[in-house]
Nanobody, 123 residues
């Protein structure tokens, strides 16, 4: 099982970025999520999406970030708009192989993780 991330980089405040995460070697992943970890801080949930495309976005990014998935491509995306310096972090995608009736938001609910990609928001 592999989750391969792409995207990220340096962007000015107010700018946009899109992160991608491709899964391979798995039969089915029900929930997909994005987490982030800023320097000196704990990992936090950013957004998640279930197999049937129900989404849940953390309050800190609501209205600015959007999660989506293309099941045919086994890919999940995180579109980040109106970026702020406090969005600077390493972002991780994660996959949940358990069927749940809600979007998983805890890191412990995700069995597989991407390699992480750095997003830096700075002028």
């Amino acid at each position: 099982v592999q989750l391969v991330q792409s995207g990220g980089g340096l962007v000015q405040p107010g700018g946009s970025l899109r992160l991608s995460c491709v899964t391979s070697g798995v039969f089915r992943m029900y929930g997909m999520g994005w987490f982030r970890q800023a320097p000196g801080k704990e990992r936090e949930f950013v957004a998640g999406i279930r197999w049937v495309s129900n989404t849940y976005v953390a309050d800190s990014v609501k209205g600015r970030f959007t999660i989506s998935r293309d099941n045919a491509k086994n890919t999940v995306y995180l579109q980040m708009n109106s970026l702020k310096p406090e969005d600077t972090a390493v972002y991780f995608c994660a996959a949940d192989s358990v069927s749940r009736n809600r979007v998983p938001t805890a890191g412990s609910e995700y069995a597989y993780w991407g390699q992480g990609t750095t997003v830096t928001v700075s002028s």
